[in-house]
């Protein structure tokens, strides 16, 4: 034998006995945990509680929600998280959450970048309608094709309608063509996923700590790429109100799965587990 | 009746002045009340968050702006501190404008107190004489003790200013720990105006900034035009805008309604000005009589010398009486 395979025998076994097995192990090997990610969706809302669509809708937490949004900002301070940067949306019951989060987390002087693009999905012609109303018009399956289909999108409205996005001042400075009428769940994660790959990834992998409060559906785009989760289980994932979602990633962003996570998801929700879990039926509980 | 007061003289003397066309505006305004300023407290670099009080004043502060048709706020400049922060978001919440950016910044804290952060005011001012802690709060290059102990500028261990190092700090400072004279605030207050919201106001954007008495008076100092002496006198009452309306070179346009050295208008009328300033009076705040011979500028209230951290004063306010 060469000295030089001598030695490289020699390096390979010394490789081994520190345990260095991404040298030496054929499994592929499970990337670290690197970056942590906290995904929040807002508190309960005044619409939620009158289980009205609200999509665009610039709808305030209702005092309920207000304190669920406090008590997860709580469970961030308990779990000692620190954050350098937050993202939310233009819509006012998600940058509540975020600000609550930041206080109870002392950490107010962060930077908090609103994007429309992380805006709730947009309801179109349902907007404002009341769900049980409106299961009494159209019928069950209309209504559940509407919330729970992955591409069929709910009536859109016309130009002139006060939902209109066009008609909203917050909205005065984006292009005309990317003002919605109506989304699908497809279409939401249309905008929402070319704003993480452009904005918060790269944030993420310089090192900056992101916080992202936002919305049912647009926190449902997020997870299905993260998650890898399919159209047709997509659509049925109830994610709780004011309740961090925490997910660990390494250094490719790919998430690195939780013990404690609930399937689909790998990421972690803070807090009593049972209590988590009775959320999330709750939610489906919405249009039955 | 002067022959200046007669109408048609009046006119043509109106006629002989330059029309100034006022085309930005920027809002200023001190923060509501802290837990801190309701205990009589030197506060500075200290972070309190608002009291009850102080969110409710932060709310009316809101509520002024719209009543005067001023709510169409583009964005908002606060501190890194708490009771900035807070009176930011409460005041963007009741516009219905939570979605405008609202950018924090270290330059925009309040004047640094040293030593004195977190003591009784009332208490300094016995231990110490009136004269020493007037100079403290009132006085434009002169700092108020350091931190025994303490090193550098910005305080070590919180991580709001873990990036910053003393070479960030005011090149006017003169060393002593954790503390800074006014004219130290408005070195970095002044280079953040520059760098960011001047910047922003010459698009075209109307701006708030919420902020601190010290720190304001600071500014305003120099935006302005104010002596160091007549900056003794001014009084920045809490949760109250304070409206500048700027011409082409950024240059205040005198408001009709302006009050003493100040340029701007305050929304709020005179009494309701007077009621704010008299809180701040030093009365108020050091529990002492100051004698009326101190007193600089106007009337009443509580005479003179003026006011630390609050940076209110006396007279100044009541000047609007008269």
Known sequence: MSM???????????????????????????????????????????????????????????????????????????????????????????????????????????????????????????????????????????????????????????????????????????????????????????????????????????????????????LRALVKHLDGIPEDVITGLNIPTATPLVYELDADLKVVPHADAIAPLQGRYLGDQAAVRARIEGVANQTK | MTLSSHPEVAEALALEQPTVEAKYRVIFMRHGESTYNAEGRFIGWADPPLSALGEEEARGAGQLLREYGLGDVDEIFVSYLKRSIKTGWIVAEELGRSHIPVSSDWRLNEQMYGALEGLLKRDVAREHGLELTQKWRRSYDIAPPAVPGARGYFPAGDPKYADLTDDDAPESWCGSARTESLKDTQA?????????????????????????????????KRLDGVGAERLRDVCIPRAVPLVYELDADMRPVRAAQAMGPLSARYLANPGQIAARMKLESNEAQLGLHVPDAEAAGGGGGGGGGSGGDSGIESGGGTAAAA
């Open chain 1, 4 to 218: 030089a395979a001598v030695s490289r025998l020699g390096l390979r076994r010394a490789l081994q006995s520190t345990g260095r097995r991404t040298f030496t192990s054929s499994k592929a090997a499970l990337g670290e945990a690197k970056h942590t990610l906290v995904l929040i969706r807002h508190g309960r809302s005044e619409w939620n509680d009158a289980n009205r669509f609200t999509g665009w809708y610039d709808v305030a937490l209702s005092p309920a929600g207000e304190k669920e949004a406090v008590e997860a900002g709580k469970l961030l301070k308990q779990g000692n998280f620190k954050f350098d940067l937050a993202y939310t949306s233009y819509l006012r019951r998600a940058i509540k959450t975020c600000w609550h989060a930041l206080e109870q987390t002392d950490q107010m002087h962060l930077p908090v970048v609103p994007a429309w693009q992380l805006n709730e999905r947009h309801y179109g012609g349902l907007t404002g309608l009341d769900k049980q109303e409106t299961v009494a018009k159209h019928g069950k399956e209309q209504v559940l094709v509407w919330r729970r289909s992955y591409d069929i999108p709910p009536p859109a409205l016309d130009t002139s309608s006060e939902h209109y996005p066009g008609n909203d001042d917050k909205y005065a400075a984006l292009p005309r063509d990317k003002l919605p009428r109506t989304e699908s769940l497809a279409t939401t994660l249309e905008r929402v996923l070319p704003y993480w790959e452009a904005e918060i990834a790269p944030r993420i992998r310089a090192g900056e700590r992101v916080i992202i409060a936002a919305h049912g559906n647009s």
């Open chain 2, 188 to 220: 970095r207050a002044w280079r953040l105006w520059k760098e960011r919201i001047a910047p922003r106001a010459r698009a075209g954007r109307t701006c708030l900034v919420v902020a601190h008495g010290n720190v304001i008076r600071a500014l305003l």
